[in-house]
């Protein structure tokens, strides 16, 4: 596969700056160690609900460096550990997703009111009749989405939500793509990433029906919504020998794995059952 590199959209970096800025090197596979590192020094300078470190009139004194105050990711990582045990005993394998699973704070992508269930294996709403897919789903896909033969460089996320699958993703591929099509969660999810700095991850505001033909081609793309198929254009983006992973139908879902054979040849699989939102047209 030819390597075609592309700065659009921006990354999550750039989000909160202004002016020109140089062409970003290609981003190296996050790992365990830096998503933990990025997450524990931003939990320590600007606690979650909390004002940031240093801001005048606030109360609370600085702390030493080497101090560990009461940290979110501290806090969570048994339940983390537990959740990735758990989703291996239900099946998953692969040791990246687990370990990706283990180290994303999934509590960081949840509603305040139901942290207490953050780590259980269930989907939790998100506001625009939208949800956060459950732990085992989320690792199962992306397992789905792997081949053994060859690593993840570029892949597509159609589905951004509150950002939670995106920051999984991150951690086994080189490049992820996520597009959103509901504006107020396009926003949220990238103030839930932003505290991760997330270097290899990119956000896009748009209808994920039609996919990113300015990127393409995907070694991997990955739906978190079900339509009765899947749009002819995201089929088109995917590289020969990329795999495509989606829930497919209404009332009656399943995982379905799609893998392009040819430039005009795909081979489909028809796996578990499932239940996702719908797939829709258009932006919101």
């Known amino acids: 596969m030819s390597e075609k590199r592309s700065q659009f959209p921006l990354p999550l970096s750039s ?69 990735a045990a758990r989703a291996a005993r239900q099946g998953v394998k692969d040791p ?44 199962r896909m992306i397992e789905l989405l792997k081949d053994s033969k060859q690593p993840l460089r570029r892949v597509l996320e159609i589905g951004t939500g509150c950002g939670y699958q995106a920051a999984v993703l991150s951690c086994v591929a080189q490049e992820v793509y996520s597009i959103e099509r509901i504006k107020p969660l396009h926003e949220l999810a990238k103030a839930n990433l932003r505290p991760l700095r997330i270097a290899n991850l990119r956000l896009q505001y748009g209808d994920g029906m039609l996919g990113l033909p300015q990127v393409a081609p995907f070694d991997g793309i990955i739906l978190a919504a079900a339509g009765l198929e899947v749009p002819r254009a995201l089929l088109e983006q995917m590289a020969i020998g990329a795999r495509l992973v989606a829930p497919v139908g209404a009332q009656v879902q399943h995982l ?20 996702f939102v719908p797939l829709r047209p258009g932006i919101a």
């Open 96 to 139: 990246q997703v687990l370990a990706a699973l283990e180290i994303v704070p999934r509590h960081m992508f949840v509603e305040p009111g139901m942290l207490a269930q953050a780590y259980v294996d269930i989907s939790l709403p998100i506001g625009h009749n939208q949800t956060i897919s459950q732990p085992y789903i989320v690792a």
């Open 15 to 83: 989000v909160t700056g202004g002016g020109t800025r140089k062409p970003a090197a290609p981003a190296p596979v996050a790992t365990p160690q830096t998503a933990t590192q990025n997450a524990r020094e931003n939990s320590q300078a600007q606690p979650r609900g909390g004002a940031p470190a240093g801001v005048p009139g606030t109360t609370k004194p600085a702390q030493p460096q080497q101090t560990v105050v009461r940290s979110d990711l501290a806090a969570t990582e048994a339940p983390r550990r537990a959740m």
């Open 256 to 275: 379905q794995r799609i893998t392009r054979t040819g430039k005009a040849e795909w081979t489909s699989e028809t796996l578990e059952a499932c239940h």
